[in-house]
């Protein structure tokens, strides 16, 4: 971890931390509007378990598992309708963290949404269903706390953690776009305006 400009921190490079970047209580105002079109679901793995957190996307293309496996689609397999447009908020946010941490001209087609309540995680996985690796990641946090954790290339091998709060934003590319990462089982809290849940935006370029 280093420090490279007050509130940004360079977890690994090309993994960079910006603290309280956010203004969440803006993001929830469309997320609500975004969830309206394109209620929070329960997706499977591949193997037909359920995952533990509940999503869903906005942008032109939204990220999806069943047991066909894990892929971006244009139409929403729950309503039969195209995922809600990307709201422009959303999008600046996205394209303005990129630049803060290094990235420029990042133009997002797909949003997925993240929905944690205490006792949820995410196992350790790496987002490679997008065609272009060159364009980084940027994911918002909002609401309670987490320990978000990253490895490396490989699955296997120590992690380093990152505490994740309301605000966050963490963005990565470079040699971390491919790294291994998960979020830890969340605790039992309450934030005072999101209440006890935790909510992650995940910003990436899909096509
Ligand atoms: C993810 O890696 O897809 C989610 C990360 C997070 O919830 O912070
Ligand atoms: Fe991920």
Redesign the pocket.
């Given at each position: 971890m280093k420090d490279l400009f007050p509130g940004v921190v360079e977890v690994c490079p090309g993994m960079v931390l910006l603290n309280d970047f956010a203004d969440t209580a803006e993001l929830a105002t469309e997320l609500e509007r975004v969830l309206a079109a394109a209620p929070l679901r329960q997706m499977q793995t591949s193997r037909g378990f359920p995952m533990s957190?509940r999503t869903s996307n906005c942008g032109q293309l939204g990220w999806i598992s069943d047991r066909q496996g894990y892929r971006y689609t244009a139409i929403d397999p729950v309503t039969g309708k195209p995922w809600p447009a990307m709201p422009s908020m959303f999008q600046t946010l996205a394209e303005q963290a990129a630049l803060a941490a290094g990235f420029d001209h990042f133009k997002p087609d797909a949003c997925?949404i993240?929905y944690?309540l205490p006792g949820t995680q995410?196992g350790a996985?790496q987002?490679r269903d997008e065609m272009d690796f060159t364009a980084p990641?940027v994911?918002v946090?909002m609401g309670i706390d987490?320990r978000?954790f990253v490895i490396g290339p490989e699955r296997q091998g120590p992690s380093t953690a990152v505490d994740?709060r309301d605000g966050d934003v963490?963005v990565f590319g470079g040699p971390a776009r491919r790294f291994y990462?998960?979020?830890r089982r969340l605790k039992a809290s309450e934030h005072p305006r999101h209440g006890a849940v935790?909510w992650?935006l995940?910003f990436r370029k899909a096509r």
């Open positions: 957190v997925l993240n944690y995410m996985h987002d990641i994911s946090s987490a978000f994740l963490l990462h998960g979020v935790r992650n995940t």
